[in-house]
Structures are given as structure tokens and as C-alpha cells.
């Protein structure tokens, strides 16, 4: 069907016929993009116009005129019609029943409406007052009546806003900010809004806004492909739904790309983010110059007047060899030439960065367009500089930005392609893979009088993650391309095995730290033996914490780093030749000694809750940051003891940061039997910790059989449904290879859940088997839990009851 037909069909039966019409341009997969938003649009017109024509009937003075998104065409299938019904103040009855014969048929179709009805005057005061209303009638387009009104609104709305520009523009400015702190940057959100947040279709808008000030203009490359994607996504978003939504949801995601013809979601959000990443650089470097037009239109004539009404010089400072600073601006020096000066946008890149200025847009572009390729290896002087780049802290990120906009990042590092704008299905980050690694940098760089080699630290930073792109386990993919990027960046063999090795394993000291028994000889020599050197471990601990701090606040505490630190100075002890000691038991302190004689005596558990809270850190109110509640607990040796209490603390809504749980022989001279004493730190999902007296009554009770906590925990989930959301990948258990000589290691990683460590302990109970010891560790909605085991008589697992055990726990958390 041609637009023709589509009119035709439209115009021949009314409101009816619109619909019929408007369907069917919708559904049919001839059209999309941007010739199906035209068609809707030229549609739309023609229905409205016909409805203005039948009701204005010999009405003169009066006009019907798209603004907004409409008036610029943009019309997704489920978009508001923004109109203004535009009148030169005669008869206001007949004004006002054209307006109902206009307005009550679009909302007969639910089509929703924007409308306002307004002669030449009210609207230009109306724009006057609200920004939002101006930017609107920016877009004012014709669509019935009297045509000459229009033109004057339009001629007069633009002369208002060109003149009205340097007070107008800082406010747009401020408010773009604002939206922009409340819903986030489009380029790495798993869930962004596609018009609100930085980067998406307002910010698009703005940026029209701005150049129709003749004030200042966005770099166009690349800006108009940038919108038509956003846009895209959005038609996508609207049939796949049915509704009129701009946010883009992980459960949707799927859909929307197969509308569009993609791979998979990860494709669409890849693109989404180039997109954003597009618009939000262009944004930057507009109001860049809009404050800079700003500043120089306010200093001129105070400077003309100094100089005696002379022609003034524009200040240029140097930076370094071939650049210069200017107008806030890092931009390159007259004498510069990119074309024989390969070294030069690292120079120039670093001296920004450490001056705390932007790049220039026409240096950067300057450089894209002529500098040659770096040599392999690259000359010391280009590995410092980067070193330099990568050391200047917050700085360095908007640098960055600016290199990548042009191209020049992938050219001077093209394993960076696999990265960039590359989304990360994880809750706990906050960033893109490619932005997660220039995060790392920055936090980096406040480590580095930590350690000996801050230039090693600082690109391991960049690179510890670089193998995200490929297949299989990241960091071993990153490895052998941390070797091939450190060998042509110009390291020496044995920094170039340094950085391998940093890569390798980004993750072995938090993973070992929270999930393994650090008494235990053989945990902590495998971290020596993998590690192996006292100057390496030094700059993985560095690597460690930037990494997790880079990640987002779920995967970084106090409590992380203390656990992190103490398996580095038992690892730095077995390095400079001190062998640990076998693990002995512990010697119980007076007050668990006390509890468990308690518990022997009574033949029931005996329970203490002690508050404990982090000492004083970096915040500005130097108040210690709570850090939960240790929960001890002394029972007398039985069956069921792990399921009975995580059950009992799953009910009372109860989080579980750390769990150990030990035999505990009692006192001479009280008995020779044991009592099993569980040292737990917890927390309270929300709301004030229960009383101790009623954590014992029902952990009594489950002990006894009388409290049934499988069915208390499923009457909970009944009562309150999880909202529907993405499907979370299965669990996963397996058996950690030689992590412990007196103990077999089960991992298990699952998607966090009320009742998770219940419903694990009460699997493990039904093995048959003893747990010794839980690590318990939950990043963002991940669950990442360690539990040491053995047979009833104290010995590890063999190798195929073990496999047998994890693959029945398995099998338990998928039912």
C-alpha cells in the first residue's frame, strides 16, 4: 500500500477510516524507521486538517499547528500529538467548539493528547514564562487554516528565542542537568529511558534548540544517525508493548531487537549506547561553546575598553611540545603537525588531562584526520604519556571520551573495539565493559604510592577486563591479550609477564579472600603460587580495590577489604619464607565458651546478638558505618543444625553477610561431648533486629520439627509475589579443585533469595554430610557462597561423592 492509498483510505471514512488506515501502516513490514514515521506523520495531517476543515467551516483567523515531536515529524506508533489551536481572538465560542470538534475525536481513538489553544500573544507570553512550552514551539509546524498565522508565530517565536538566547541557553543548560541526575546516563543503563535520560532523544532535541540560537552548534557527525537509532528503538519498544513508553526493559529487550532484525538484546543495547554515547559528546562540546560564547560576549566590552577600542588577543599558554591551552581549551600549537608527530594525541591527551581541560574538537578532529600510525613497539615516549593520560584521575575520563569520539582510541589500541559500549548483565555494574575499565584507571591512580610500579598498576587498570569481548572465561582470554597489547605498548619481557599475570587474576584475591577458609595453609598457598612475587601481590591488592570500587557500591566494603587485606599479609608472609602453621582449633573466647556450656546444660541452643560497626572513615560526618549484628549461637551437636537456623533467620528477614559454624569442645572437668558454635554476622533486611528471645523460641522450635519453615517461607512468597523481571541464568555448584587439604570446597552461585541458605543447608543435610565452615557472599543480586564440608568423621570427600553432592544440590535449587 503507497502513502496515497493510505490517505485515500483515511479521508474516505472519518475517524474510522484514520484508524483502519493508521493500523495498517503499522503492522504491515514494508515500512520502518523513518519513511513509516513520515508516512504516520503526513497521515496524521492529513486526518486533523480534515477535521479542522469540517469544523471551522467559514471561521477565519484561526489555525491548527503541530509542535513538539509532531511538529517535527517524529511520530512513534504510540507518541502524544502535540498541538496548538492558534486564533486571533475573535469569536472565542466558535474557537472553542472548533477545538472540541478537533480534540474529542483523537481521544475517541485513545490517542493520546497534548493540545493548548492560544492566540499569537498568549503564546509568545506563555513561551516566555515556560522554557518547556518554548521548545515546543521551536518545532511549530502547519497543518490547517490560516497559514500566514503560523509563519508569524514561527518568525516570532525564533526571534524571541535568538534574542532571549544568552538568558535562555544556561537555563535549557541547567535543566538538561537536572534530568540528567535523576535518570541517569543512556550510554550505561540496563534499563534506560530513551528519551529522558543523558544522552537520549531530549538531549537531541536540545541540542536543535541551541542551534536555532545561531549561538553555537553540535558537531553534526554522526548526530542525525544517532536520533534515527534512538528513535528506532522507540518504534520498536511501542509495538512490541502496545504502550506508550520510552523505557527500555531488560524483559522486553529480546523483543525489541528481534523487530528490529538483531542478534540478540546485547546487540540492541550496543547500538542504543553508541547512540547515546554520540549524542551526550556532542552535548558536551556544545555547551562547551555556548559558555565560552557566553564568557567572551560578556568580557569584550570590558576588555575593548582597556585596550582603547583595539583588537584583542586571544591568550595561548603552553602545555606541552606542539600544545597549548586557549579559551579553556587544550588545542594544538601553530607549529604543531600531526602528520609527522605520531606521539602527538597521547601528548596532547595527557597535558589535558593533567591541566584539568577539555580537548578541542577541532584539535581531536585534526589529529583523527592526519596523525600515522604508532610504531610497534610504540617509542617510550608514547607508553608514558599514556601512563601519564591514565594517571590523571577524573580527568582522564572526559579525555578519553573525546579520543573515542573521533576513533583514536580504537586505532592506537583496536582490541578496544570488542569492549566499547559493550553492555554488562550484572547488577553490580554500574558501567559499560570499556567505561568499567577507565573507572578502574581512575581509582587507580589514587593507589599509586601504594606500589612500586605505578605505570604497571595503571594499565593493568585498563586492561584487566579487556577479555569480556571474546569467548570463555574473561580472564584468561585477557591474558593473552594483555601480553600483545603490553609487548607493542613497549614493556619488557618481564613487565609484560607482570601485566599478564595481573590480568589473570583481577579476581583471585576477593574471591579467595570471601570464599575460602584463610586458616587454612592450603588457601593461602595457592594464592603465593599464583601470584608469585612480593611486587606483584603488592600491585594486585592495588588492582583489587580500584577494580571493586570501579564496579559499583555492591562489590566494595569494609568489610571486603578487611578479609582482602588479611589474606595478603598471610600471602606476603609465605613469600618472604615464613610457612603457615597447620590450622589448630580455636581457642573459644570467654564469651562463647560461656554460651556453650549453657547449651550443654539446658541441652537447648543459647544465642547473643552484639551490634558491631566499622570505625570512622572518610565520611563527612565521621560517623562509624553500621555493619550489622554478630549472631553467636551455641547448640548441642545434632542433625539440621545449618537449615534449622538459616531457616529461622530467613523467616525474621534476616541477611547473612558471614557464617561459620565449628565444634567446640567443652571445658575440662564439664563434659568430653561438643557443642556446635555458629559465629554469624547479620542484618536486617529493612526494619528494627528481633529480639534474641525470639530468634531462640523458633530456632527451637526447628530444631524440634514443631516449626515448619519450608512451608512459613512459601506462605511469604505466596503472600507477596515477586514482580515479573528478567530471568535469572540457573545455579550452578561445583566442587572447588584442591582449595583445602582438610576439606572439600562446594561453590554455589545463584540468584540471591529470601530463604537461599535455608534451602542449601537443608540439601547439604540431606548429603549426609558435615558443614565446617560458610563463606557467604551476595554482589548485587548474585549469591556466591563457599561451604567446606566433610564426612561425618572429619575427612574431605572422595572425588565422586563430592561430584555427587554438588550435582544433588544443583538439582535442589533448580526445583
Known amino acids: 500500500m503507497t502513502s496515497t492509498d493510505v490517505r485515500t483510505e483515511a479521508e474516505g471514512s472519518g475517524p474510522s477510516g484514520y484508524a483502519a488506515a493508521r493500523l495498517r501502516l ?138 532571549q538566547a544568552p538568558k535562555r541557553l544556561p537555563e535549557l543548560q541547567e535543566l538538561c542537568a537536572e534530568r540528567a541526575e535523576r535518570q541517569g546516563e543512556l550510554q ?41 537509532r534512538l528513535l528506532d528503538v522507540r518504534d520498536a519498544l511501542h509495538l512490541t508493548t502496545g504502550r506508550a513508553t520510552d523505557r527500555l526493559a531488560l524483559q522486553e529487550q529480546d523483543q525489541v531487537a528481534a523487530e528490529l532484525g538483531l542478534l540478540d538484546a546485547d546487540t540492541l543495547l550496543r547500538q542504543v549506547y553508541e ?42 599558554s603552553p602545555l606541552a611540545e606542539g600544545v597549548v591551552e586557549q579559551d579553556g581549551e587544550v588545542v594544538l600549537a601553530r607549529a604543531a603537525r600531526p602528520e609527522r608527530d605520531p606521539v602527538l594525541p597521547l601528548r596532547a591527551a595527557a597535558a589535558a588531562a593533567q591541566a584539568g581541560l577539555p580537548l578541542s574538537l577541532h584539535a581531536v578532529r585534526r589529529m583523527a584526520g592526519a596523525v600515522r600510525p604508532l610504531p610497534s613497539p610504540w617509542p617510550a615516549e608514547a607508553r608514558e604519556q599514556l601512563v601519564t593520560l591514565l594517571g590523571s584521575g577524573r580527568p582522564t575520563v572526559e579525555v578519553w571520551e573525546s579520543l573515542e569520539a573521533e576513533g583514536l582510541i580504537t586505532r592506537l589500541l583496536p582490541d578496544w573495539e570488542r569492549v566499547r559500549c559493550r553492555p554488562q548483565r550484572n547488577a ?35 586492561l584487566h577486563d ?20 603490553a609487548a607493542r605498548i613497549g614493556f619488557d619481557r618481564d613487565d609484560v609477564a607482570v601485566l599478564a599475570t595481573l590480568v589473570r587474576h583481577h579476581l ?14 592450603a588457601t593461602v598457598r595457592s594464592v603465593a603460587d599464583a601470584v608469585g612475587s612480593q611486587s606483584t601481590l603488592e600491585l594486585l591488592h592495588a588492582l583489587t580495590e580500584a577494580d571493586a570500587l570501579a564496579t559499583g557500591p555492591a562489590a566494595w566494603s569494609s568489610w571486603r577489604a578487611a578479609l582482602v587485606t588479611d589474606l595478603v599479609k598471610r600471602v606476603s608472609a609465605l613469600l618472604a619464607g615464613d610457612e603457615p602453621a597447620e590450622p589448630e582449633a580455636a581457642t573459644p573466647t570467654a564469651e562463647q565458651e560461656r554460651l556453650a556450656v549453657e547449651a550443654f546444660r539446658t541441652g537447648a541452643p543459647v544465642l547473643a546478638l552484639r ?65 556446635l558454635l555458629l559465629d554469624w554476622r547479620v542484618a536486617a533486611e529493612y526494619g528494627s533486629l528481633p529480639q534474641a528471645a525470639r530468634l531462640r523460641a523458633d530456632l527451637v522450635r526447628a530444631l524440634d520439627g514443631s516449626l515448619d519453615i519450608g512451608a512459613r517461607l512459601a506462605e511469604r512468597d505466596a503472600a507477596y509475589p515477586r514482580r515479573r523481571g528478567v530471568v535469572a541464568p540457573p545455579p550452578r555448584v561445583t566442587v572447588a579443585p584442591a582449595a583445602s587439604r582438610h576439606a572439600t570446597v562446594i561453590e554455589v552461585r545463584a540468584q540471591d533469595a529470601p530463604g537461599l541458605l535455608f534451602r542449601i543447608g537443608r540439601a547439604l543435610e540431606k548429603s549426609g554430610v558435615r558443614v565446617r565452615s560458610a563463606h557467604v557472599s551476595t554482589l548485587g543480586a548474585n549469591a556466591v557462597d563457599a561451604f567446606y564440608v566433610t564426612t561425618a568423621t572429619g575427612a574431605p570427600l572422595p572425588g565422586e561423592e563430592a561430584a555427587s553432592v554438588a550435582r544433588a544440590l544443583e538439582e535442589a535449587l533448580r526445583n
Open 428 to 462: 553490580v555494574h554500574v558501567w559499560t565493559v570499556d567505561r568499567h575499565l577507565i573507572e578502574t584507571a581512575v581509582r587507580a591512580s589514587e593507589l599509586t604510592r601504594r606500589v612500586g610500579r605505578p605505570d604497571l598498576l595503571l594499565v593493568a587498570a585498563l
Open 611 to 675: 551490634a558491631q560497626t566499622e570505625p570512622p572513615g572518610d565520611e563527612p560526618s565521621g560517623e562509624p558505618e553500621p555493619l550489622g549484628v554478630e549472631l553467636l549461637i551455641a547448640v548441642p551437636d545434632q542433625p539440621g543444625v545449618l537449615p534449622a537456623v538459616s531457616g529461622v533467620l530467613a523467616v525474621h528477614r534476616l541477611t547473612v553477610r558471614t557464617a561459620e559454624l565449628r565444634a567446640l569442645d567443652l571445658p575440662d572437668g564439664v563434659h568430653d561431648s561438643s557443642v
Open 275 to 316: 547512540a547515546a554515547r554520540v549524542i551526550s559528546y556532542a552535548s558536551d562540546v556544545t555547551w562547551r561553546e555556548v559558555g565560552r560564547v557566553l564568557r567572551s560576549r560578556a568580557v569584550r566590552p570590558r576588555l575593548r575598553a582597556m585596550l582603547g577600542g583595539g583588537k584583542s588577543v586571544t591568550e595561548r
Open 26 to 163: 503499522l503492522t504491515e513490514g514494508a515500512r520502518s524507521g523513518p519513511p513509516r514515521r513520515a508516512a504516520l506523520a503526513e497521515l496524521t495531517d492529513d486526518w486533523l486538517a480534515e477535521l479542522f476543515t469540517a469544523g471551522a467551516g467559514e471561521l477565519r483567523g484561526v489555525c491548527l499547528v503541530a509542535v513538539g515531536g509532531y511538529g517535527r515529524g517524529e511520530l512513534s506508533p504510540r507518541s502524544d500529538l502535540d498541538l496548538l489551536l492558534l486564533h486571533d481572538g475573535g469569536d472565542s465560542k466558535a474557537v472553542a467548539a472548533l477545538a472540541d470538534r478537533i480534540w474529542y475525536p483523537v481521544w475517541d481513538l485513545g490517542l493520546a493528547l497534548d493540545h493548548s489553544v492560544r492566540t499569537p500573544a498568549e503564546a509568545r507570553r506563555t513561551a516566555g514564562e515556560d522554557l518547556k512550552v518554548q521548545l515546543g514551539l521551536l518545532d511549530a509546524r502547519h497543518l490547517a487554516g490560516d497559514l500566514g498565522m503560523t509563519a508569524g508565530l514561527r518568525t516570532a517565536i525564533l526571534a524571541d528565542w535568538r534574542n
Open 466 to 485: 579487556i577479555g569480556k569481548g571474546w569467548p570463555g572465561d574473561h580472564s584468561v582470554a585477557g591474558e593473552i591479550i594483555a601480553r600483545d597489547v
Open 188 to 228: 550505561y543503563l540496563l534499563e534506560p529511558d530513551l528519551k529522558e535520560a543523558r544522552g537520549g532523544l531530549r538531549d537531541a532535541t536540545a541540542l536543535r534548540a541551541v542551534a536555532a540560537s545561531w549561538l553555537a552548534d553540535a558537531p553534526r557527525e554522526g548526530l542525525a544517525d544517532a536520533r534515527r
Open 508 to 521: 583471585l584475591l576477593v574471591e579467595t579472600a570471601t570464599r575460602r577458609d584463610l586458616e587454612d595453609p
